[in-house]
Antibody, heavy 130, light 102 residues
């Protein structure tokens, strides 16, 4: 059974940092791209970041570019999100999400191909407030 | 960046009704679109990918169609358990359509 278990959320002051972790099990972690998706309270879904199966390709939403870093540890079957310079608008539940077939950006067409998210964790809440 | 819009934003229908949600992309995206269902307090669930491929385990009353800039998600016979918010996605997500039972 595929399981994705997030941890590391909590209350942090504006300007602070936090690292989210996601422990994956039940599938061959090194074979799948992974994502972070967040949802602010009462709001819709916002894709945050993607990392390829081999860890060589990363994409970020404009809203977090330069502040967040996605990484993965194949040996530990774990996904991470390092969040710096946190703002109130980063307050959300953060989901760890498996990518069904891998996502890649095609510069010739200007859009992403294959962003299909088949397994989601239960989410971890990050609250940015003083 | 590609923007997705959904219509309607809210839908109320009776059990057994056929309901259709539309998603429009700001530029052509071929068939690279997915649909998700999210129930309150739960993580989203993948329903449809590649515009029209039903994800394993999803009831056949759900179907997806379209290509280019206009896509649809259809529930051919609405059930009480289908009450949820539905999102389309091309990496980024549409704003969502909330579906309720009349």
């Amino acid at each position: 059974e595929v399981q994705l278990v997030e941890s590391g959320g909590g209350l942090v002051q504006p300007g602070g940092s936090l690292r989210l972790s996601c422990a994956a099990s039940g599938f061959t972690f090194r074979s799948y791209g992974m994502n972070w998706v967040r949802q602010a309270p009462g709001k819709g879904l916002e894709w945050v970041s993607y990392i390829s199966s081999g860890g060589t390709t990363m994409y970020y939403a404009d809203s977090v570019k330069g502040r967040f870093t996605i990484s993965r540890d194949i040996a530990k079957s774990s996904l991470y999100l390092h969040m710096n310079t946190l703002r109130g608008e980063d307050t959300a539940v953060y989901f760890c999400v498996r990518d069904l077939m891998g996502t890649f950006y095609d510069p010739l067409t200007g859009y992403y191909k294959g962003a299909y998210f088949d397994y989601w964790g239960q989410g971890t809440l990050v609250t940015v407030s003083s | 960046d590609i923007q997705l819009t959904q219509s309607p934003s809210f839908l109320s229908a009776s059990v057994g009704d056929r309901v259709t949600i539309t998603c429009r992309a700001s530029q052509g995206i071929s068939s690279f679109l997915a649909w998700y269902q999210q129930k309150p307090g739960k993580a989203p669930k993948l329903l449809i990918y590649a515009a029209s491929t039903l994800q394993r385990g999803v009831p056949s009353r759900f179907s997806g169609g379209g290509s280019g800039t206009e896509f649809t998600l259809t529930i051919i016979s609405l059930q009480p358990e289908d009450v949820a918010t539905y999102y389309c996605q091309q990496l980024t997500f549409g704003p969502g359509t909330k579906v309720e039972i009349k």
